[in-house]
């Protein structure tokens, strides 16, 4: 079956300490999204990519990073410059502008 | 500038009646709405969408009007059931400008049996 795999589904890391968040898809889709989600704040764009090898700033991207070197991955690191990164974070990919499929997400805690 | 607006941050409704979510948007370039719902710890499904050319979107129970002049749109869900419980977001899209969806700061809709 064709989906978008985020892992690890919960994962606790030290202040100070950078983590990365896994985000993998079998759906053939060129663009990939990250977005944060806090209590009362929504949908939040981190980051996202359109095409292999290229990808831009969404509206909280400090103290974020990311690559795209393939196609099916887009991995995303919270680096120790994001100041409260405690938040469930959510992984989506489309084929076109507006049919986004969401991984399950990735409940980031500072410990 | 939020561009996508649910001002409502939560409705409980019984189950069996109406239930109705709002949003409002400020940008006039969006080209298409979407509702998507989410329950806790998974990511977002999507519902039902609306193109800008029309009024009215039905799907089963859920139906999403569209007003354009007054930038407003609204779910319509009938008959509200439990499984229904859940944060549903509105985000919109503007084709020209090759960005991503803007979403919307969900409502947690309860329904009550």
């Known amino acids: 079956d064709g989906g978008i795999t985020q892992s690890p589904k919960y994962l606790f890391r030290k202040e100070g300490q950078n983590v990365t968040l896994s985000c993998e898809q079998n759906l053939n889709h060129d663009a990939m999204y990250w977005y944060r989600q806090d209590p009362g704040q929504g949908l939040r764009l981190i980051y996202y990519?359109?095409?292999?090898?290229?990808?831009q700033k969404g509206d909280i991207a400090e103290g974020y990073s990311v690559s795209r070197e393939k196609k099916e991955s887009f991995p995303l690191t919270v680096t120790s410059a994001q100041k409260n990164p405690t938040a469930f974070y959510l992984c989506?990919?489309?084929?076109?502008?507006?049919?986004?499929?969401f991984g399950s997400g990735t409940r980031l805690t500072v410990v | 500038d939020q561009q996508v607006k649910q001002n409502s941050p939560s409705l409980s409704v019984q189950e069996g009646r109406i239930s109705i979510l709002n949003c409002d948007y400020t940008n006039s370039m969006f080209d298409y709405f979407l509702w998507y719902k989410k329950y806790p710890a998974e990511g977002p499904t999507f519902l039902i969408s609306i193109s800008s050319i029309k009024d009215k979107n039905e799907d089963g129970r859920f139906t999403v009007f569209l007003n354009k002049s007054a930038k407003h749109l609204s779910l319509h869900i009938v008959p509200s059931q439990p499984g229904d419980s859940a944060v549903y977001f509105c985000a919109a899209i503007d084709f020209s400008g090759n960005t991503p969806l803007v979403f919307g700061k969900g409502t947690r809709l309860s329904v009550i049996a």
């Open positions: 990519s359109q095409i292999v090898n290229d990808f």
């Open positions: 989506a990919s489309s084929s076109d502008s507006y049919g986004y499929t």
